[in-house]
Protein backbone atom coordinates (compact mmCIF):
# COMPACT_ATOMS: atom_id res chain seq x y z
CA UNK A 1 0.00 0.00 0.00
CA UNK A 2 1.08 3.48 0.00
CA UNK A 3 0.27 6.83 1.75
CA UNK A 4 -1.92 9.44 -0.08
CA UNK A 5 -2.56 13.04 0.64
CA UNK A 6 -4.10 15.26 -1.02
CA UNK A 7 -4.43 18.95 -1.66
CA UNK A 8 -5.10 21.62 -4.07
CA UNK A 9 -8.90 21.81 -3.27
CA UNK A 10 -10.58 25.30 -2.77
CA UNK A 11 -13.76 27.45 -4.02
CA UNK A 12 -14.17 28.75 -7.14
CA UNK A 13 -16.22 29.96 -9.73
CA UNK A 14 -18.24 28.35 -12.26
CA UNK A 15 -15.86 27.97 -15.70
CA UNK A 16 -12.49 28.04 -13.61
CA UNK A 17 -9.59 25.67 -13.34
CA UNK A 18 -8.46 24.05 -10.52
CA UNK A 19 -5.41 21.20 -9.87
CA UNK A 20 -5.42 18.81 -7.56
CA UNK A 21 -2.51 17.02 -6.32
CA UNK A 22 -1.72 13.52 -4.42
CA UNK A 23 1.25 12.79 -2.88
CA UNK A 24 2.12 9.11 -2.23
CA UNK A 25 4.56 8.06 0.39
CA UNK A 26 6.58 4.52 -0.20
CA UNK A 27 8.62 2.72 -2.96
CA UNK A 28 6.14 1.29 -4.87
CA UNK A 29 4.47 4.41 -6.49
CA UNK A 30 4.72 3.36 -9.48
CA UNK A 31 3.57 -0.09 -9.32
CA UNK A 32 0.24 1.25 -8.58
CA UNK A 33 -2.89 2.21 -10.27
CA UNK A 34 -4.18 5.16 -9.19
CA UNK A 35 -7.47 7.14 -9.54
CA UNK A 36 -9.53 10.01 -8.40
CA UNK A 37 -13.25 9.75 -6.61
CA UNK A 38 -15.67 12.32 -5.22
CA UNK A 39 -18.76 11.87 -3.33
CA UNK A 40 -21.45 14.29 -1.89
CA UNK A 41 -23.09 14.18 1.02
CA UNK A 42 -25.80 11.57 0.79
CA UNK A 43 -24.36 10.19 -2.07
CA UNK A 44 -22.48 7.56 -2.58
CA UNK A 45 -18.38 7.85 -4.07
CA UNK A 46 -18.41 8.34 -7.56
CA UNK A 47 -15.25 7.36 -10.14
CA UNK A 48 -13.72 10.34 -11.57
CA UNK A 49 -10.83 9.48 -13.60
CA UNK A 50 -7.98 6.55 -13.00
CA UNK A 51 -4.67 6.26 -15.08
CA UNK A 52 -2.72 2.77 -14.82
CA UNK A 53 0.77 2.16 -14.62
CA UNK A 54 1.19 2.22 -18.00
CA UNK A 55 -0.31 5.71 -18.25
CA UNK A 56 -3.57 4.78 -19.69
CA UNK A 57 -6.38 6.84 -18.57
CA UNK A 58 -9.99 6.47 -18.08
CA UNK A 59 -12.57 8.93 -17.26
CA UNK A 60 -16.05 9.51 -16.48
CA UNK A 61 -18.24 10.59 -18.78
CA UNK A 62 -19.62 13.85 -16.55
CA UNK A 63 -16.11 14.64 -17.06
CA UNK A 64 -14.35 13.33 -20.20
CA UNK A 65 -13.06 16.30 -22.25
CA UNK A 66 -12.74 18.47 -19.04
CA UNK A 67 -10.29 17.07 -17.02
CA UNK A 68 -7.37 15.39 -17.17
CA UNK A 69 -5.07 12.65 -14.78
CA UNK A 70 -1.61 12.47 -15.38
CA UNK A 71 1.33 10.85 -12.57
CA UNK A 72 4.96 11.67 -11.91
CA UNK A 73 6.68 8.21 -10.91
CA UNK A 74 9.78 10.54 -10.36
CA UNK A 75 7.96 12.49 -7.68
CA UNK A 76 5.38 10.48 -6.78
CA UNK A 77 2.72 11.74 -7.29
CA UNK A 78 -0.59 12.09 -9.62
CA UNK A 79 -2.69 14.66 -10.22
CA UNK A 80 -6.37 15.97 -11.64
CA UNK A 81 -6.68 19.30 -13.79
CA UNK A 82 -9.63 20.42 -13.49
CA UNK A 83 -11.08 23.12 -16.39
CA UNK A 84 -14.52 24.24 -17.30
CA UNK A 85 -15.49 23.40 -13.54
CA UNK A 86 -19.22 23.63 -13.21
CA UNK A 87 -21.18 23.37 -9.98
CA UNK A 88 -22.01 19.98 -10.16
CA UNK A 89 -18.39 18.99 -9.87
CA UNK A 90 -18.82 20.06 -6.44
CA UNK A 91 -17.82 17.52 -3.71
CA UNK A 92 -15.11 16.42 -2.03
CA UNK A 93 -12.44 14.44 -4.09
CA UNK A 94 -10.23 11.64 -2.72
CA UNK A 95 -6.97 9.72 -4.52
CA UNK A 96 -6.67 6.07 -4.55
CA UNK A 97 -4.77 3.57 -5.30
CA UNK A 98 -4.29 -0.09 -6.37
CA UNK A 99 -2.06 -2.54 -7.39
CA UNK A 100 -4.69 -4.87 -9.23
CA UNK A 101 -5.31 -3.93 -12.74
CA UNK A 102 -9.11 -5.26 -12.39
CA UNK A 103 -9.92 -3.32 -9.56
CA UNK A 104 -10.01 -0.24 -11.77
CA UNK A 105 -13.01 -1.24 -12.89
CA UNK A 106 -14.33 -2.90 -9.66
CA UNK A 107 -13.65 0.57 -8.06
CA UNK A 108 -12.00 -1.50 -5.25
CA UNK A 109 -9.13 0.46 -4.06
CA UNK A 110 -7.00 -0.53 -1.44
CA UNK A 111 -5.16 2.75 -0.40
CA UNK A 112 -7.23 6.39 0.02
CA UNK A 113 -6.51 9.52 1.46
CA UNK A 114 -8.49 11.74 3.56
CA UNK A 115 -10.06 14.03 0.59
CA UNK A 116 -10.08 17.47 -0.21
CA UNK A 117 -12.83 19.68 -1.04
CA UNK A 118 -13.90 21.27 -4.33
CA UNK A 119 -16.38 23.66 -4.17
CA UNK A 120 -17.52 25.43 -7.52
CA UNK A 121 -20.15 28.94 -7.10
CA UNK A 122 -22.31 29.38 -9.70
Known amino acids: QVQLVESGGGLVQAGDSLRLSCAAS????????MAWFRQTPGKEREFVAA???????YYADSVKGRFTISRDNVRNMVSLQMNSLKPDDTAVYYCAGTTTYSSIFSKDFSSWGQGTQVTVSS
Open 51 to 57: ITTSANT
Open 26 to 33: GRTFNRHH
